[in-house]
């Protein structure tokens, strides 16, 4: 069966360090992969989504940068993070043609 | 942007009564998809329903789709304190999908 792998759980970071997160997914292979931002009580923000090995598609211009190294591995970084990049962070493969996504459990991230 | 709207933004009800959420949507779709989520945990997909399906069931879930009128509703029958989660709706565009804000259900004991 698959399963998607995310982590830290939570993250509590200065303003200005560096972000790294990661996502990994096992028991398929050539996923659709994605990264979601969720501010508190509100709906589902796309950051980023993925095709395939070092393809990127951004959402929406901002801070962060996404990359996919491996195929089964897509991770979320910045150089120096903002107040603003604040939220809950959601990472979710999905097979190709509109099918159900599947969510990791999440990185609640706090910048002080 | 948002594709899904969901309405009410909270519903708050007691164990054993049906709940029923709506989700208003923009563009043509091939199949509408609902989720839950408990807080702070990520979304698990629910069930999906086919642009040429007018109503579907699974378990205590019926979810009704109505092209029409862009729209798609999402009924509970015999709430549980468990099904206290939010509740999206998601429409597919191509490699992405676009959910909506929620709603928040509490169902009490």
């Known amino acids: 069966s698959q399963t998607i792998h995310q982590w830290p759980a939570t993250l509590v970071q200065p303003v200005g360090s560096p972000l790294s997160l990661e996502c990994t997914v096992e028991?398929?292979?050539?996923?659709?992969l994605y990264w979601y931002r969720q501010a508190a009580g509100r709906g589902l923000q796309l950051l980023f989504y993925?095709?395939?090995?070092?393809?990127i598609s951004s959402e929406v211009p901002q801070n962060l940068s996404a990359s996919r190294p491996q195929d089964r591995q897509f991770i979320l970084s910045s150089k120096k993070l903002l107040l603003s990049d604040s939220g809950f962070y959601l990472c979710?493969?999905?097979?190709?043609?509109?099918?159900?996504?599947?969510f990791g459990d999440g990185t609640r991230l706090s910048i002080l | 942007s948002q594709q899904g709207e969901e309405d009410p933004q909270a519903l708050s009800i007691q164990e054993g009564e049906n709940a029923t959420m709506n989700c208003s949507y923009k563009?043509?779709?091939?199949?509408l998809q609902w989720y839950r989520q408990n807080s702070g945990r990520g979304l698990v997909h629910l069930i999906l329903?086919?642009?040429?399906?007018r109503e579907k069931h699974s378990g205590r879930l019926r979810v009704t789709l109505d092209t029409s009128k862009k729209s798609s509703s999402l009924l509970i029958t015999a709430s549980r304190a468990a099904d206290t989660a939010s509740y999206f709706c998601?429409?597919?565009?191509?490699?992405?999908?676009?959910f909506g804000a929620g709603t928040r259900l509490t169902v009490k004991p």
């Open positions: 993925s095709v395939g090995i070092g393809q």
């Open positions: 563009t043509s779709i091939n199949n």
């Open positions: 329903i086919r642009s040429n399906e």
């Open positions: 028991g398929t292979s050539n996923p659709n």
């Open positions: 998601a429409t597919p565009r191509g490699n992405d999908m676009r």
């Open positions: 979710a493969w999905g097979e190709k043609g509109e099918q159900p996504q599947h």
